[in-house]
């Protein structure tokens, strides 16, 4: 069975821990997984913000537009 991920096969991911072993040594491993893990959940957390401002800006809009194209409409309608 061929195990994929990020388009590596087993065999590579293998020769990458172990080059990252022989590197950094079984003592820095921790501390490097828990910096790469800290990164990883800050970035997550910058993008859901900015998502939710997204959210929050076009909610307003869309309706307000909407009912805007509503009474041009209804305007034209009666000319």
Known sequence: MNMLFLG???GS????VLAVLLLFGSKE???IARTLGKGIR???NATSEIQNEVTKS????????IKKIKDDL???KNM
């Open 58 to 65: 076009t909610k307003g809009t869309a309706v307000e537009d």
């Open 29 to 31: 491993l921790p501390s």
């Open 8 to 10: 590596m096969s087993a």
């Open 74 to 76: 209804d305007i034209t």
């Open 13 to 16: 991911i293998f020769i990458i």
């Open 42 to 44: 800050e970035i997550k």
